[in-house]
């Protein structure tokens, strides 16, 4: 690695009081850290330049005898490994709650040495049994619809009473969820993805664990967790880390105040946690060749902490992606914690993709809301208009939903139509898209608006004797197999435009229910139409002249259908068409 020092945190009745030592050619011990506990030591390695692989015991003695020893080992790095690439905005992520999308290996539903220990696929809150299996036998269809990465939730051991499924109450660090698979079938499933060009992405929180984390009965430091003794719960007022007049109590609490009890808030300014967490997560990158990460509750955790955790990332993997949930509508909020963006408070991190909230919620009200001269689509319009603010707009996370919030089916009031138009101006916009499973088949809420669970419904076809499937078409509704079709030529489409990928943006004032923009380069340009209208409209091209001068046709890259730009061009009810110009 390009930085030489490792530190190891050992765990042992009584290590703390023994003297480590080791013999291994290039390998030195720097410094030696007792801990709060008795049971801890923390070994400061370091790792000289060309240091072969191979394993050493480290002994512990204490009165001069050997009382604890282990063997260590340093792998042997695979070819390139600093080189692996991040997600770009040639990219789209499907996102993934693995409990919820295939069951590949009925074997692992239950373990019974686990705290919840029983699968429940009538309860929206208990486990369904997907797995990393499912996932694996999934990977044709996910590449096969145009996708070209996959975020699954945290895979990660959760081994809680309840809600374990979703995977953000991590109760370690380095254990792969049994239940999920093994690390193996992790491993399996990066080298699969690789093979059929998809990055896969990581979820890591560094903001809590889960209450039964192992090391919560016998924590190394007394300020390992926040609040300790007496639990607070977090204001969640996050605009405290830009506010240049917030309160000290309330930054403090806002960053140290627990999610909930059953989730011990992490104190990253104790420098050994914050050294775990980072090594931990280059660990995973390393180990799974990753390509990118998505870090939970961003803002929650310290300031400091997330500048050294990004970057300490991007310079062992300059190519790297990071992408953090800000969870604001306020574009200011988001451009905040962007790589390269200068702030006056000083924070400069390297998280490359802000998830993009502000224009996520603009996208949904501007397709819902009647038209009037400050709302409807101009609001998609002018949400756009805020990319000043970004130090880079072009590599922003966009988004219809995620597993988080509503199904964008749901915010859209079941409107496959609209979803259309969503999902046409999430593929052809700026930025690097992410689309939650099983859009591509309706999968909606509304029965429940705001119920995680049911955001989180099963992906039909996933188990056996599921009565739709979505892999195979087989009991899809027309509407259903209208829009997965229509998304599998658009994502194939995507894949292969530059111009989309990283063009400039060209868009002008709505009028009428109807925004038009353009995404261009020096080679080719690309028209976008929405048309929110209830019924046909006829639309003028000669508005557009600016960029379309000198061309005489435009065709529609989902039916072919050619068009010259010098008559009026008929729009179907709430559409949106994409159309290469010639
Ligand atoms: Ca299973
Ligand atoms: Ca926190």
Known sequence: ???????LMVH????????????????????????DSKNYLFIDLLVAKNTKPGRFPIQFKKDGKVVHAYVYELLQRKPNASQVKGFTAADVIYLITPDRFANGDVSNDVISTMRENKIDRKNDYGRHGGDIRGIINSLDYIAGMGFTAIWPTPLLENDMKQ????????????????????????KELADKCRQKGLKLVFDGVVNHTGSQYWWMKD??????????????ITNHRRTVNQDLYAAESDKELMVRGWFVETMPDLNQSNTFLAEFLIQNTIWWIETLSLGGIRQDTYPYSQKKFLEQWSCRIINEYPQF??????????PLIAAYWQKGKTNTTGYNGCLKSPMDFPLQQALWQSLTEPEAWDKGIVKLYEALANDFVYANPKDLLVFGDNHDMNRILTFLNNDADLLQMAMTYILTI???PQVYYGTEVLIENSAKPGDHGLIRTDFPGGWEG???????????SADQLRIQGYLKKLLNWRKGKKVIHDGSTLHFAPSNGTYVYFRYNKQE???????????????????FNEILKGHQQAVNVLTGEQLSLQEKITLPAKSATVWEIR
């Not at 992606?321 to 306020?330: K, M, P, Q, V």
């Open 1 to 7: 690695m390009k930085n030489p020092s490792l530190q």
């Open 12 to 35: 042992a009745d009584g290590i703390g009081e023994t003297i480590p030592s080791l013999n291994y050619p290039g390998v030195t011990i720097k410094k030696i850290h007792k801990a």
């Open 163 to 186: 809600s374990s499924y979703h995977g953000y109450a991590i109760t370690d660090y380095y254990k792969v969820d049994p239940r999920f698979g093994t690390l193996d079938e992790y």
């Open 219 to 232: 924590l190394p430091f007394r300020n390992w967790i926040n609040y300790p003794d007496s639990l607070r």
């Open 321 to 330: 992606s990071i992408t953090g949930e800000e969870w604001s509508t306020n």
């Open 430 to 432: 700026r930025g690097i």
């Open 466 to 476: 599921d009565k739709a499937n979505a892999f195979t078409g087989a009991g899809l």
């Open 525 to 543: 340009k690309v028209m976008v139409i929405l048309n929110k209208n209830e019924k046909q409209t006829e639309l003028s091209t000669g508005r």
